[in-house]
Nanobody, 123 residues
Framework: QLQASGGGLVQAGDSLRLSCAAS????????GGWFRQAPGKEREFVAA????????KYADSVKGRFTISRDNAKNTLNLQMNSLKPEDTAVYYC??????????????????WGQGTLVTVSS
């Protein structure tokens, strides 16, 4: 089970830190990912990090502004979001993938999902 938190209403340029707590099974063997879905749009990839934390991947739209991290000892996945823009407004979902090899960026590659947390960025 994954539980996302940390969303809220902020102004453009502000920062937010999302967290995802995993329970029920060891999170350390899974790739962790963040996705987002804006109203009327499809769910899109934001960032992902390998099980070891040794590699990560970002969507071009957030590269340089967002940082994904994980703490396997605490079974948590985090997303630090800086310099937020109105177009970052969406429901953010954390997810876990058991796919081996390269980091997966498609939602279909993730078998476990959190409930989502809303991020609203006002201009």
């Amino acid at each position: 089970q994954l539980q996302a938190s940390g969303g809220g209403l902020v102004q453009a340029g502000d920062s937010l830190r999302l967290s995802c707590a995993a329970s029920g099974r060891p999170f350390s063997t899974y790739t962790g990912g963040w996705f987002r879905q804006a109203p009327g749009k499809e769910r899109e990839f934001v960032a992902a990090i390998s099980w070891s934390g040794g590699s990560s991947k970002y969507a071009d739209s957030v590269k340089g502004r967002f940082t994904i991290s994980r703490d396997n000892a605490k079974n948590t996945l985090n997303l630090q979001m800086n310099s937020l823009k109105p177009e970052d407004t969406a429901v953010y979902y954390c997810a876990a993938s058991g796919t081996l090899g390269a980091i997966v960026t498609m939602p279909t590659g993730y078998g476990y999902w959190g409930q989502g947390t809303l991020v609203t960025v006002s201009s």
